[in-house]
């Protein structure tokens, strides 16, 4: 306890009063600015509808979603998977805020980004009869006389292959097409069973052939590339939520990109 000496004009007790006034002063203004400023800054929350094509589902939107998820934890997807064709419509309809597609269509009313890489390769049975094309690559002509196995018409994939293919002098249909499949998991597993050959995304095929099952062979007469895009209707105003998921998977696709080269 202070001893207060009523002879002298100092008064500790009656001091310790006034600080502790003027601090509660000071904590309560510093609170009402914590406040202020965090109703400044709006929560990023809300949902995020995203169409995206196979390829681009399976293998870029899971780690696009985490990273976006550390940083705004109140966000919530939700994910429609179709076809390249069926993104363009989707995002174009306003179905959905944001599209991610492997081909760009024709006459597009959505605004597009090209933010990601891909790689096409030739896939193939783990077998002697293809594992002789390893070293030196496989001749487009090898595979007018193989069973082939192709993407849907609106597949993304299958529009890459097919112009690449053209511009090598394959006329594709004259390919020996034994089935058409939607999913890239399907045909992965139709391949290693020894149903026919295909061409895939090298992003698809890792881990089969990690295992052994499948072989990623390029074209003797060049790589298979494409690139992979992000974007939203014309015109389209987003909600705070998915504009800023756009923003920030271009941005860090980019700065990954630059960290490569």
């Not at 290693?192 to 390029?218: D, K, Q, V, W, Y």
């Amino acid at each position: 306890q202070l001893n207060v000496r009523t002879t002298k004009a100092f008064d500790p007790a009656r001091e310790v009063k006034r600080f502790y006034a003027y601090s509660k002063n000071i904590l309560r203004m510093l609170s009402g600015a914590i406040a202020a400023m965090t109703e400044a800054v709006p929560v990023v929350r809300g949902v995020i509808t995203v169409a995206a094509s196979t390829i681009p589902a399976q293998y870029i939107l899971p780690d696009a979603m985490a990273a976006f998820c550390k940083s705004y934890p109140h966000a919530v997807f939700r994910h429609i998977c179709c076809d390249s064709a069926g993104v363009e419509r989707l995002v174009a309809d306003g179905e959905a805020d944001i599209g991610m597609t492997g081909a760009l269509m024709s006459g597009s009313r959505c605004s597009w980004h090209d933010f990601a890489g891909d790689e096409l390769v030739v896939v193939t049975p783990n077998t002697p009869q293809y594992s002789v094309f390893l070293k030196e690559g496989i001749p487009p002509e090898v595979l007018l006389r193989e069973p082939f196995i192709q993407r849907e018409a609106g597949s993304g994939t299958r529009r890459a292959y097919e112009r690449f293919l053209a511009a090598a002098g394959i006329n594709t249909e004259q390919m020996w097409v034994v089935a058409e499949l939607e999913d890239p998991e399907s045909v992965k597993r139709a391949v290693a069973r020894g149903l026919g050959i295909s061409i895939l995304s090298r992003r698809a095929i890792e881990e089969f052939c990690s295992f052994g099952l499948l072989l990623a062979l390029p074209l003797t007469t060049g790589v298979i590339e494409r690139r992979l895009y992000i974007g939203c209707r014309k015109g389209a105003r987003l909600s705070s939520v998915a504009r800023t998921f756009l923003d920030e998977t271009i941005s860090n696709f980019q700065k990954n990109a630059g960290d490569d080269r």
